[in-house]
């Protein structure tokens, strides 16, 4: 981390460092959350409610349509996940256009560095949207007695949206040092490309021919394996491990090379 190397001296450990970090990346999350949702408990509360009501809304409109899921699935429970994983991805590429903006004073703390700023803002997403997932899960599962086959494999492939996320973050936030055309059409392509992210399709659903091509998509993968978690072999999913893996890593190094060569032409 660029914080790391300034506040290092030659007789300090690398435990001593990573701890320093970590108090700083929670110091900072905390700052962002009271910032964010305010002091007023109504406004943790909307940190919660806001993808789970969001998401049940989107959910009734197709179950009192009557559009039937194939594969049996319940239209509310795949749209309320399906809705809360992109609602993860949704809170964290939008925010980046702004995020050094609004915060880049912090940097006058030299233990502070523009990644621990993106990875608090990231991390609290992250947090929320889990949250909320494991919680409808709960309620779902107590109401009719269907929970899912692998809730552990929903879980890391939360963590696997937000790693995809995140790296996309730094890059658009990298960016938007130089230009603000990254603010005015992030948000625009965000809605524009929810069609394609997996969120209201599964890719059995596809002709054969479509599939290979939705398969392109590193989002579709996360769903994917998101609805082998929670359906098991009701549905049948594809995924491969090894290409988010290729993805997630990609986009974090180049991300975190652009936030290098950004912080060098912020005038703090």
């Not at 790391?4 to 970590?22: F, G, I, K, Y």
């Not at 910032?35 to 998401?55: T, V």
């Not at 990231?122 to 997932?133: C, E, G, K, Q």
């Not at 086959?149 to 929903?154: F, G, H, Q, R």
Request: proline share 4%.
């Amino acid at each position: 981390m660029q914080g790391v190397s300034d506040t290092a001296e030659p007789n300090v450990r690398l435990p001593d460092l990573l701890r320093l970090q970590l108090r700083v990346i929670g110091a900072l999350t905390l700052r962002e959350m009271s910032g964010r949702y305010g002091k007023e408990n109504l406004g943790y509360l909307w940190l919660f409610g806001e993808p789970l009501l969001l998401g049940s809304a989107i959910g009734l409109v197709h179950a009192i349509t009557g559009h039937e899921m194939p594969g049996g699935v319940s239209p509310v429970h795949f749209m309320v996940t399906g809705y809360i994983v992109f609602y993860l991805l949704r809170g964290i590429v939008n925010r980046a256009p702004t995020a050094i903006v609004g915060t880049q004073s912090l940097l006058y703390h030299r233990c502070i560095t523009l990644l621990d700023i993106m990875i608090s803002k990231n991390l609290l997403d992250l947090a929320a949207t889990t949250f909320v997932m494991l919680l409808f899960i709960g309620l779902w599962g107590m109401a009719t007695g269907q929970w899912p086959a692998n809730l552990e494999l929903v879980v890391v492939a939360m963590a696997v949206m937000a790693l995809l996320s995140h790296g996309l973050s730094l890059l658009i936030a990298a960016g938007s040092v130089f230009t603000e055309v990254f603010e005015r059409v992030t948000h625009l392509i965000v809605y524009l490309t929810m069609g394609f992210t997996g969120f209201l399709y599964m890719v059995f659903w596809l002709p054969t021919e479509m599939q290979h091509a939705a398969l392109w998509i590193p989002t579709v993968h996360v769903y994917e394996m998101i609805r082998h978690g929670l359906y098991g072999l009701q549905v049948p999913t594809y995924y491969d491990p090894l290409y988010l893996a290729g993805w997630v890593l990609g986009l974090n190094l180049f991300g975190m090379a652009a936030l290098r060569r950004a912080r060098r032409d912020l005038v703090i």
